[in-house]
């Protein structure tokens, strides 16, 4: 099998890298070693000829051969580019430069982001196993122009988990389960005990056991925060529009977007370099604005002097929805923190949003009966926004029209007619919210969508983050974990999130620790500033190590 030449091969030419935040470690005849690289440093050594592109792409084959299809099998990578080495191979003699500042760097995409090659893009679905894209996405061919070396498709959560309710994160019906590369076990139903987040879980997990430079994901609503969390990764959920989302397989185009995922802050903004532009097939992007160089901003001095808002107040409980409901670990996580930000020179403002109760209220959700058969909620309404699922139907049918071929799903109801002809493949938890969204009109002209978006960012946005910024003149929000997922994404805000510390335990149930993220969340275009906040924050703490099952495989790279 071609995976173990791989192994074989990154033996003799392992390529290595230092670990994160760590002086490099470069071998006598030159070679540095992969597993914990970054982005940055890959493209010094590029530069500096101690490495090229094929050693670079054997080197993450390998690992994906020892740590993903073998080892812990964390079943991150649903397929590997076919013309990944032959790509890199045309780059072996091209240096990174501000032309092309990724070149010879193997990047994993979700497998919801189109290549127009011979790649799949499934969103994880039985229904799509045969799709391809008609072309590149926006974000695939501007990886491509940078350089970037595709090195194939992340497992995610099935259709980014708006196909079933309670669908555990990084399941799909096609990829399988992704595990948390952290705390692998899964329990009776194979299901992970440590869940990976969702639903860029592949694309997190990947990141994180180093099987590639860094991962593109997506978000509607923590899709980016949730697995970045989990699996102790840097990722930028940016403003709607920064990034064109033109080729993504959708959920709703009000609060879609695509964002990195990375082993530091650094790396987040090289990649904000490349991916943030206007694109004429998105017109959310026309509005954008970004600046010249995102790395411009990075400083690690960059939180003296900011004013950060952490929405906690324990003398109005009613309105402490982020913190007072945390475990006691992620709550001593997030006091070290704050703590942290405070000793930087940060000023931190403790009071509530006054909005959170309000969100996701009367009006803005619809009723769907779960008919999850594993859910512990079976038969029982649960709520989901109206937006996604009036948006959803809409949105993909446009998707399958415009990009998908060797397919013969044309709409949504001819994948909703698959599922059921093909219940026992694919409809392990059902899709309820799939029938739910297939009855709705897909023009987005019923009265309840308009007036349930109207809520949404009336909530999130002019009584919710606007009004808590400029009443305490802040910088930014400080949010544990993926807990300010909804509000940001509603209003369509971008967020910076760093791994802040671990936890450990589910419930009852003990477990090996694994990683809490801090977010940054501010508003509309504001990304160097939090770029700026998190990084500073990122060199105070340094709270990010590897996990523990997925060491180099050269002997001679050391963690």
């Known amino acids: 099998m071609i995976f173990r030449s791989y192994i074989a091969m990154s033996i003799i030419a392992c390529i290595a890298l230092a670990p994160i935040l760590a002086a490099p470690v470069v071998h006598a005849e030159g070679n540095v070693c992969v597993e914990n690289a970054t982005i940055s440093e890959l493209q010094e050594a590029l530069a500096a000829g101690r490495t090229n592109a094929t050693e670079l792409t054997r080197a993450y084959l390998a690992r994906i051969a020892a740590y993903d299809r073998a080892g812990p099998g964390l079943n991150a990578v649903r397929e590997i580019n076919p013309d990944a080495l032959a790509i890199a191979a045309k780059l072996d003699k091209t240096k990174p430069d501000k032309r092309r500042p990724l070149a010879g760097i193997p990047i994993l995409l979700k497998d919801?982001?189109?290549?127009?090659?011979?790649?799949?893009?499934?969103?994880?679905?039985?229904?799509l196993e045969d799709a391809r894209a008609k072309r590149d996405a926006t974000v695939t061919a501007r990886l491509r122009r940078a350089g970037a070396v595709i090195l194939g498709k992340a497992n995610l959560t099935e259709f980014a988990n708006i196909l079933a309710v309670g669908?555990?994160?990084?399941?799909?019906?096609?990829?399988?389960?992704?595990?948390?590369?952290y705390a692998t076990e899964l329990d009776d139903k194979g299901v992970p005990i440590v869940l990976t987040g969702g639903s860029s879980a592949g694309s997190a997990v990947a990141t994180a056991a180093g099987l590639a430079a860094a991962a593109i994901g997506t978000e509607t609503s923590g899709s980016l925060l949730s697995p970045a969390s989990q699996n102790g990764v840097v990722t930028v959920k940016p403003t709607v529009g920064l990034i064109s989302r033109a080729g993504i397989v959708p959920i709703a185009a009000s609060q879609d977007t695509a964002?990195?995922?990375?082993?530091?802050?650094?790396?987040?903004?090289?990649?904000?370099?490349v991916l943030a532009a206007p694109d004429p097939r998105d017109p959310a992007t026309q509005q954008q604005k970004r600046p010249a160089d995102y790395t411009s901003f990075l400083d690690k001095d960059g939180l003296r002097g900011a004013r950060i808002g952490v929405p906690s107040d324990s003398a109005d409980p009613g309105n402490d929805v982020y913190y007072r409901p945390l475990p006691p670990r992620a709550a001593t996580v997030m006091r070290a923190a704050i703590a942290a930000l405070e000793a930087a020179g940060a000023t931190i403002v403790r009071a509530n949003i006054p909005t959170p109760g309000w969100i996701g209220g009367p009006g803005t959700e619809i009723a769907i009966l779960n008919r999850n058969p594993e859910s512990p909620n079976k038969n029982q309404v649960q709520r989901l926004p109206i937006v996604f699922v009036y948006e959803l139907k809409h949105d993909l049918n446009v998707y399958l029209r415009d990009w998908a071929k060797g397919t013969k799903m044309r709409n949504m109801a001819d994948i909703v007619a698959f599922n059921q002809a093909n219940a026992a493949r694919a409809l392990r938890f059902g899709q309820d919210i799939f029938l739910a969204a297939n009855e709705t009109r897909g023009d987005l002209s019923e009265a309840?969508?308009?007036?349930?978006?109207?809520?949404?960012?009336?909530?999130?946005?002019?009584?919710?983050l606007d009004a808590y910024m400029d009443r305490h003149k802040l910088d930014a929000v400080l949010f544990p974990g993926t807990t300010g997922a909804?509000?940001?994404?509603?209003?369509?805000?971008?967020?910076?999130?760093?791994?802040?510390?671990?936890?450990?335990?589910?419930?009852?149930?003990?477990?090996p620790d694994y990683p809490y993220g801090a977010t940054f969340t501010g508003r509309a275009w504001n990304e160097p500033t939090l770029l700026r906040l998190a990084y500073a924050f990122e060199q105070a703490t340094k709270a990010r190590r590897m996990p523990p099952g997925v060491p180099p495989l050269d002997p001679g790279c050391t963690r």
Do not use: C, W
């Open 259 to 273: 964002g990195p995922m990375t082993r530091t802050v650094r790396d987040a903004a090289i990649l904000l370099n």
């Open 167 to 181: 669908m555990p994160s990084g399941y799909s019906s096609l990829g399988g389960q992704v595990r948390n590369p």
């Open 486 to 511: 909804s509000i940001a994404a509603k209003a369509g805000y971008p967020s910076v999130q760093v791994p802040a510390g671990f936890v450990a335990g589910i419930g009852q149930k003990q477990t």
């Open 112 to 127: 919801n982001i189109a290549t127009g090659d011979a790649q799949h893009t499934t969103a994880g679905s039985l229904a």
């Open 448 to 464: 309840e969508y308009i007036s349930a978006r109207r809520l949404d960012l009336r909530h999130s946005r002019k009584f919710g």
